[in-house]
């Protein structure tokens, strides 16, 4: 009895039912190891008595643990600790009882410079409204097929293959389709053999840097860039180099003279709707800078986000479908031209860089969702993939010139801004001299969130008025709100 009371505590106040508490606490002490299978417990009127509780509160402790196999109930005898205790986790007896007990802190010393973050992407309260910086509307995403797919596949007698261990570089079938499909709308020539399934851009940005960036290294970006690629090149141990980005794409006399100063080591570009001015480097820059590429020898990293999305005519095709020289390699996903949460991407490169990157890959992550990469792999095959993008552009296409009409008529006197050839947002500067961060706090009391702009600079203190305006996630009656609640924040800023 004196180890049973020592064991077990309870806390009248706390909202959780008294026999609960109970329950919790002996299988506590059984998980523990401080009450052995095969320990008598005490009678309910004697536990009852020491934990100064209803007898029924014990009756009732005891039924549940009865009920989930942690005693055993002999007649005429008692009440054991079962013999043979459960082999997974009982369902929850309550909620947390008593305060975490796990440390905040190691003993041992993290460097918190260690992993090279930003952290400016904050998750928007609840219930706000979001011009984000450009994301796909995940309610537009084929949930349905995918679900279909899901179920045929999982239906088959071979199904469970699906559930075990898979090859690291991805689905053949998936690999096969895409070099397919690439070939098809982006002039890419390419095996399967070339293709790397990665679980989106993000994740194939990280293995190229780590396969191919030593301390040290430099590497040419657009500034304003893409800041989480020029974080994965840091983490890597790269120095960054920036260029400027003017109305064509990415500076090339500032990139060849930085070619001339130093040893370049890579490149990273997005020729299509440059992340985030959205500009679109011309064919004469582009032919120029595979050129600089073969002559300096530099690696280039294609992010081509989002391709798939163009409004105003046929799209430039890729960098890479020129690349005769092992110069270029190519990433994307599906993650942009789908849904957010569909982590597929993918890497395009010469087969011995695949490889390397694919060694990698095993080491973290050892390999991707196989059943995701099949469904995927049959949708494409299908021409399910094709429609939807059909759809999906037309729709895009509409929201954009419904946001562009709605800030051109209630913020033309405020704001100013190129209407994109594609992709899903907008780069717009604030005119006659308004706060952009005064603007973000206003808009977010309102009950909209707005990026401040400057997670977009590779130097967050430079000076600017831009902020990038993300329209493909809101339908048409969404921006109108939106664009309502931005014009009072506006007005609001300006205010002395």
């Known amino acids: 009895m004196e180890l049973i009371e020592s064991l077990i505590s309870v806390d009248k106040k706390l909202p959780v039912p008294v026999y609960l508490q109970v329950a919790n606490e002996v299988v506590c002490a059984i998980r523990k190891g401080y009450l052995k299978p095969g320990v008598a417990l005490p009678g309910s009127r004697a536990l009852a008595s020491s934990l ?65 973050c930003r952290d400016m ?59 397919k499909f690439f070939s098809e709308t982006r002039g890419l020539h390419v095996s399967a053999d070339h293709i790397l399934i990665t679980k989106g851009v993000q994740m194939a940005l990280y293995l190229v840097a780590q396969v191919l960036l030593n301390k040290g290294d430099t590497v040419i970006v657009g500034d304003p860039g893409y800041a989480m690629a020029n974080e994965v090149f840091e983490q890597a141990g790269a120095k960054i180099a920036t260029v400027p980005v003017d109305e064509w794409g990415i500076n090339l006399d500032a990139v060849e003279a930085l070619c001339r100063k130093q040893e370049i080591r890579m490149l ?35 992010d081509d986000y989002d391709y798939d999305f163009h409004y105003s005519s046929s799209p430039i095709l890729p960098l890479a479908s020129a690349d005769d020289h092992g110069c270029v390699i190519y990433v994307g996903s599906f993650c942009k031209t789908i849904a957010a949460g569909l982590r597929i991407g993918f890497i395009i490169a010469p087969l011995n860089l695949v490889a390397q990157a694919t060694r990698l890959r095993r080491l973290i992550d050892r390999q991707g ?74 808009a977010a009391l309102m009950g909209l969130t707005i990026g401040s702009g400057c997670e977009h600079y590779h130097d967050p203190a430079v000076q600017h008025n831009h902020v990038r305006l993300g329209f493909a996630s809101m339908d048409t009656r969404e921006l109108e709100k939106a664009v309502g609640i931005l014009a009072r924040a506006i007005r609001k800023a300006g205010q002395d």
């Not at 399910?384 to 895009?396: F, P």
């Not at 100013?416 to 706090?441: C, L, S, T």
């Open 52 to 116: 100064q509780v209803h007898r029924k509160t014990v009756v009732a402790a005891y039924a549940e643990l009865d009920a989930q196999n942690w005693v055993e109930v002999l007649p005429r005898k008692g009440i054991f600790v079962a013999k043979n205790l459960p082999s997974i986790a009982p369902r929850a007896l309550a909620s947390t009882l008593h305060p975490v007990r796990f440390a905040a802190q190691t003993m041992y010393e993290v460097d918190d410079s260690r992993v090279i």
């Open 121 to 179: 992407f904050v998750a928007p309260p609840a219930g706000h409204m979001v011009f984000d910086n450009g994301s796909p509307d995940s309610r537009l995403a084929p949930l349905e097929l995918m679900i279909r797919e899901y179920r045929r596949l999982a239906a088959q007698k071979s199904g469970a293959r699906f559930m075990s261990y898979g090859p690291e570089q991805g689905s053949a079938n998936l690999r096969t389709e895409l070099a």
């Open 268 to 302: 990273f570009v997005i020729p299509h709707h440059h992340q985030p001015t959205t500009v679109t480097l011309c064919a004469e820059r582009r032919m120029r800078l595979l050129e600089l590429a073969r002559t300096y020898k530099f690696a280039i990293v294609e």
């Open 369 to 442: 969702e196989q059943l995701l990469e099949e469904a995927m792999a049959n949708l494409l095959r299908n021409g399910d993939i094709g429609r939807h993008l059909k759809k999906a552009n037309k729709l895009y296409h509409e929201r954009r010139d419904v946001l562009c009409r709605l800030l051109q008529e209630r913020l033309g006197d405020e704001v100013e801004f190129d209407i994109p050839d594609g992709g899903f947002a907008i780069w717009m500067a604030y005119k006659n001299g308004v706060d952009r961060q005064r603007v973000a706090r206003e």
